[in-house]
């Protein structure tokens, strides 16, 4: 069953965003826009990090401590379009499935400006019935990877998935025509890239 708009904005983590940012999308053209920004702005934020971790002296700290991302919104609100068009944006030429019956996709992308490749997860929650299938699932590891993880309906994990780096709220747009894409920051990862958006 699909979730209300207000068991949606509930899902939101009970900590302050460093940033919020409201995005009209008036189509599809505007959502993959807003995906390829997304990605470009990704891409800058792990080039940034690799250059910082780069400058210390041995031992360093990790090139891209990865990047956790949550996409709310009812079925149809264009999530799985956002992954799609970011990923594209990556360099990823294949196929971009839905991740319902899979629940995770993975993705390696292309090296961009960093030179290092980039391992990306899609994963859909909206299967589960109960928080405990995520830990039973055993997907934590994959956001300990310096991956990006990309997760659809997270508030099917209840709270342990932690609090992310960015969550993308989707809604339909005023008079129901396209979309409202909200964008929250709650690190300082996910703020810069937030700002780049």
């Given at each position: 069953?699909?979730d209300?708009p207000?068991?949606?904005?509930?899902?939101l983590p009970?900590?302050?965003?460093?940033?919020e940012?409201r995005?009209?999308l008036a189509?599809?053209?505007?959502?993959?826009?807003?995906?390829?920004?997304?990605?470009?702005?990704?891409d800058?934020l792990?080039?940034q990090?690799?250059?910082?971790?780069d400058?210390?002296e041995?031992?360093s700290?990790?090139?891209?401590?990865?990047?956790?991302?949550?996409?709310?919104g009812?079925?149809?609100?264009?999530?799985?379009?956002?992954?799609?068009?970011?990923l594209r944006?990556?360099?990823?030429?294949?196929?971009?499935?839905?991740?319902?019956?899979t629940?995770?996709?993975?993705?390696?992308v292309h090296?961009?400006?960093?030179g290092?490749?980039?391992?990306?997860?899609?994963?859909?929650?909206?299967?589960?019935?109960?928080?405990?299938?995520?830990?039973?699932a055993?997907?934590?590891?994959?956001?300990?990877?310096?991956?990006?993880?990309?997760v659809?309906?997270?508030q099917r994990?209840?709270g342990l998935?932690?609090?992310?780096d960015?969550?993308?709220?989707?809604e339909?747009g005023?008079?129901g025509e396209?979309r409202?894409?909200?964008a929250?920051a709650y690190?300082?990862?996910?703020?810069?890239?937030?700002e780049?958006c």
């Amino acid at each position: 069953m699909p979730d209300t708009p207000e068991q949606l904005n509930a899902s939101l983590p009970a900590v302050p965003s460093l940033l919020e940012r409201r995005f009209e999308l008036a189509d599809e053209t505007a959502t993959d826009a807003f995906g390829a920004r997304f990605a470009h702005a990704l891409d800058a934020l792990r080039t940034q990090e690799s250059r910082q971790a780069d400058a210390l002296e041995p031992p360093s700290t990790p090139e891209f401590a990865g990047l956790h991302v949550q996409l709310l919104g009812d079925l149809g609100a264009g999530k799985t379009s956002l992954v799609r068009a970011a990923l594209r944006a990556l360099g990823h030429t294949g196929r971009v499935r839905s991740p319902t019956y899979t629940l995770v996709e993975p993705y390696t992308v292309h090296p961009g400006a960093s030179g290092r490749e980039l391992q990306l997860y899609h994963f859909d929650l909206y299967r589960f019935s109960d928080p405990a299938e995520w830990a039973d699932a055993g997907f934590r590891e994959y956001f300990a990877q310096g991956a990006v993880c990309l997760v659809e309906w997270p508030q099917r994990a209840g709270g342990l998935l932690g609090v992310p780096d960015l969550v993308f709220q989707l809604e339909p747009g005023p008079h129901g025509e396209g979309r409202v894409l909200t964008a929250y920051a709650y690190s300082a990862s996910g703020k810069a890239c937030l700002e780049r958006c």
